[in-house]
């Protein structure tokens, strides 16, 4: 079975920095493709950034691009994503999500099989 686990997270002052870090274990088939999602209450969950692991090619919102750094270590098939000059605006219940994906990765929740917990993130200006 499955298992997707996030770390990290925390609160922060406004331009302060966190680091989350994600496991996917117990798979048979290769992850392939591996994303951070986040959702503030009220607001629908929304893809921050993903990595195709195979090429490894990124992708980030718009809102976190030139913040955010998503990578993956394949040899223990963890992910991190490392967010600088965090904003209030980055809070938010941030989940890991991983999904077998062969071809590419996709921005949409309903493509990811496998979710971790959430880890929350709390910026104070």
């Known amino acids: 079975q499955v298992q997707v686990a996030e770390s990290g997270g925390g609160s922060v002052q406004a331009g302060g920095s966190l680091r989350l870090s994600c496991v996917a274990s117990g798979y048979t088939f290769a992850i392939y493709c591996m994303g951070w999602f986040r959702q503030a209450p009220g607001k629908e969950r929304e893809q921050v950034a993903h990595i195709y692991t195979v090429e490894g090619t990124t992708y980030y919102v718009d809102s976190v691009k030139g913040r955010f750094t998503i990578s993956h270590d394949s040899a223990n098939n963890t992910m991190t994503l490392q967010m600088t000059s965090l904003k209030p605006e980055d809070t938010a219940m941030y989940y890991c999500?991983?999904?077998?994906?062969?071809?590419?990765?996709?921005?949409?929740?309903?493509?990811?099989?496998?979710w971790g917990q959430g880890t929350q993130v709390t910026v104070s200006s």
């Open positions: 999500a991983a999904e077998h994906a062969p071809d590419s990765c996709s921005h949409a929740v309903f493509e990811y099989k496998y």
